[in-house]
């Protein structure tokens, strides 16, 4: 489902018909099939982003990492209408285009972090801005994590500084449906909604091992177990299933309207795939089970996040059409994250399956190629041939897929989002910096531009009545 804000302003009546089930107000698919139930409501906070590209961009002569493979030499790259309009050679600068020398440097498509709690857990870290886990059930998927941002963090222009132009915001992992996450476009945004990447579905996060038998066993309940995890996973499918069939048949013969549940109506959009899992899991039989649940109940997951021993499983994932979020040598700090190899991305890239690097971490969010560039080195001296076209990926078009969003972003191709990064050199080098940072065609960074640096609200201090600090 791709929507966009736009789309909203079609009248009162289809908003109320949004609102409900589309086929209450009358509205039917090719055929005369009834439309199902809208599990996912995508209207009910819609996105209000807005970048508009002031001008034309033209960067010259620069090497082009492009998410699809490919490194392309002294080629030129030509950002119109917040789109990518051409690559080549030899391309004219439209009039009144800004004009990029890109001789020595590299371009890639903006990094895209699919597990990030900036905003939910801004910095400053002080207890009164922890809003990421909702603690108080082992299911809260009644929850939106979007509720929580605050979009003043100032890590969100630390993140972009470092090349990041979308985030994927995901409620914590105490709880085994820990609640609905929200994909941002890493702008500047007086609320949420100015941040919400357009049209980009939402994620289910869920959690699997240690975490949520340790919070719930501690406190003297359910679950204390991975047994219990698991039952508690299956009953809450059980029930989402029952939800979905009633709505199913009132939309198929009207009657008393069903009341709505918030935590059903999650699950239920999962099982209609609108919505998508996004599965904190480290061990590898863990994720086999969870692959297993997904079968039972006829669902999808996206992605597992974490994933320290994803290679052990790296052909159920390629079978199975699952992503893992990685990263690149993070391990040993707790038991079921112990088991590791820094081959870890490489393996599971090798096995055809959708490997990636993730931050989870306010600060490794601001180098994200260097994790790559780390993960990368980890399989060549593992024997894999793996160069900067092919490890790119795991920051760009694999995580774009993985959010759902792969065919407007995540790779320098004709017609897609112009997000796009321009390095000093090499971008799998430590003596690499960001030069500049384009977010639908417009310049949002700049490393010589102050101007082009944005600090957040929070950043700026006290101003008094003239616009002085205090």
């Known amino acids: 489902m791709q ?10 009546a289809a908003l109320l018909c949004a609102s409900l089930l589309v086929s209450a107000c009358g509205e039917k698919k090719a055929g005369g099939e009834q439309r199902s139930a809208d ?4 209207h009910a906070f819609p996105s209000t982003y807005s970048v508009t590209q002031s001008r034309p961009v033209l960067i010259q002569g620069a090497t082009l990492l492009t998410g699809t493979g490919e490194q392309l030499e002294n080629t030129d790259l030509l950002l119109k209408g917040g789109k990518i309009a051409q690559i080549g050679q030899d391309l004219k600068a439209p009039k009144d285009a800004q004009v990029v020398d890109g001789k020595g440097k590299w371009v890639t498509p903006g990094i895209i972090d699919v597990h990030s709690h900036l905003g939910d857990y801004p910095a400053p870290s002080i207890e009164s801005s922890q809003d990421g886990n909702e603690m108080t059930s082992p299911n809260t998927a009644q929850v939106w994590a979007e509720h929580s941002v605050w979009t003043q963090d ?23 449906f820990g609640g609905r996450s929200v994909t941002l476009k890493n702008v500047p945004g007086r609320s949420v909604q100015d941040m919400k990447f357009p049209g980009a579905p939402y994620g289910l996060k869920m959690a699997c091992g240690e975490n949520p038998k340790r919070v719930y066993g501690s406190k003297g309940t359910s679950p204390s177990t991975r047994m219990g995890n698991v039952a508690g996973y299956r009953n809450a499918w059980i029930e989402a299933s029952n939800y979905k069939k009633k709505w199913e048949e009132y939309a198929k013969k009207g009657g008393d309207e069903p009341e ?25 039989e863990e994720m086999a089970v969870m692959m297993d649940i997904a079968k039972e109940f006829d669902f999808q ?27 690149a040598d993070w391990w040993g700090f707790k038991h079921e994250a112990f088991d590791m190899t ?19 971490s306010g600060v490794g969010v601001q180098h994200l190629n260097e994790e790559v560039a780390k993960a990368m080195t980890a399989g060549q001296r593992a024997g894999f041939d793996i160069q900067p076209k092919d490890a790119v990926v795991w920051m760009t078009s694999n995580p774009a897929k993985a959010l759902g969003i792969d065919a407007q972003t995540g790779s320098l191709e004709k017609g897609k989002m112009a997000d796009v990064v321009v390095w000093s050199g090499n971008p799998f ?14 310049l949002m960074y700049d490393r010589f531009d102050k101007k082009r640096q944005p600090r957040s609200d929070f950043e700026l201090g006290i101003l008094d009545a003239e616009g002085e600090r205090l």
């Open 342 to 360: 820094e081959a870890n991305i490489a393996i599971v890239d090798q096995a055809k399956a959708c490997a990636m690097i993730h931050s989870d």
């Open 260 to 284: 709505r549940d918030l935590g059903l109506e999650t699950l239920a959009g999962v099982l209609n795939g609108d919505i998508l899992v996004h599965n904190h899991c480290y061990r590898g």
């Open 3 to 12: 929507l966009h804000s736009r789309f909203f302003g079609r009248g009162i």
């Open 429 to 442: 080098s430590v003596y690499t910096h960001v030069d500049q940072v384009f977010i639908d065609g417009e």
């Open 154 to 176: 100032p890590q969100f222009p630390l993140a972009l500084a470092g090349g990041v132009t979308t985030l994927q915001i995901l409620p914590g992992s105490a709880n085994l």
């Open 301 to 327: 997951i996206s992605t597992f996040h974490h994933a320290v021993e994803a290679y052990k499983v790296a052909d159920l994932l390629a079978e199975n059409n699952v992503c893992a979020a990685m990263w």
């Open 39 to 42: 599990f996912a409501r995508l």
